[in-house]
């Protein structure tokens, strides 16, 4: 069997850890949800799944845990979360949950999660998104050392973290992010989204032009101060356009009344050759 030891960078690597025990404790404590609280059947739930949450305190069933995004404290039961190291570890995670989890919007092809069972610590599966959710268990040497397939051992989770994330390698792809990592809380995405404005059509043949060039009350205008810049430009651009044609088509229309005799060399006007015409014939 090959040792792999990789060198990994301050930028995107994780950082190494030669225990269990360094893996856990090392950042503040953080949860999951893994099902609406309280359930929609009873009211409007206050955390969803997929949400995740600061843990305060652990009291017994109840946990008090915090918002990411608010300064708030709740409880919520201890068997509706789970416990999240390094934000891709979780904690007594099953493989329903897991694949409900990898499910949710937000997590693309790669998303992935190592999770360790519920029912004896030290195991560990790694579930991954793609097509569907695929799931590989961790196995342990005596030696401590961890695998995947035999021809690859890695001294940590960590190390083996950072192989898959650059190879597929037996895989059935690349990780490219833990799961959840790309999820927006609606909280934040309904305080940091720009106010949606709608407005009824107008005639732009009807935009008064003082409206165009003034700069007073942008905020009450219909137009932005840069648009209506831009559309007093390009008004005054047409109108200069719209000048320079008539001037032209009058011109024409004034060449168009005379002639140029070549034999005499002098202008006749066009009505007084009529004229003439009308008297020889």
């Known amino acids: 069997m090959g040792n792999m030891m990789r060198s990994v960078s301050a930028r995107d690597k994780v950082n190494r850890n030669n225990h269990d025990s360094s893996l856990k404790g090392s950042e503040e404590d953080m949860v999951v949800v893994l099902q609406d609280y309280p359930s929609s059947e009873i009211s409007e739930p206050i955390h969803r799944m997929g949400e995740k949450l600061k ?68 195991l560990y599966s790694l579930s991954v998104k793609h097509w569907i959710v695929k799931h590989y268990r961790i196995y342990r040497l005596e030696n401590s050392w961890y695998y995947i397939s035999p021809r690859l051992t890695f001294q940590c989770l960590e190390d083996m973290i950072n192989h898959y994330s650059d190879f597929a390698d037996g895989l059935c792809c690349a990780l490219t992010s833990p799961c959840l990592s790309g999820n927006t809380p609606p909280s934040e995405a309904i305080s940091g989204a720009p106010p949606v404005v709608m407005r009824r059509n107008f005639d732009w043949k009807k935009v008064d032009r003082q409206q165009l060039d003034s700069t007073d009350n942008c905020s009450d205008s219909m137009l932005s101060y840069g648009v209506r810049n831009s559309i007093a430009a390009y008004l005054s651009f047409s109108e200069s356009q719209n000048a320079a044609q008539k001037k032209e088509a009058n011109r024409k229309k004034k060449c168009k009344s005379v002639y140029a005799l070549p034999e005499s060399g002098h202008l006749v006007i066009e009505e007084e050759m009529l004229r003439l015409k009308t008297v020889v014939g």
């Open 55 to 122: 843990l305060i305190a652990q009291e017994a069933y109840w946990w008090r845990v915090r918002s990411t995004q608010a300064t708030e404290e709740s409880f919520i039961p201890n068997s509706h979360v789970a416990k999240v190291y390094h934000g891709w570890l979780f904690e007594g995670v099953d493989r329903q949950k897991a694949e409900a989890l990898l499910s949710l919007p937000g997590n693309r092809v790669g998303s992935f999660m190592v999770r360790e069972s519920s029912r004896e610590r030290g």
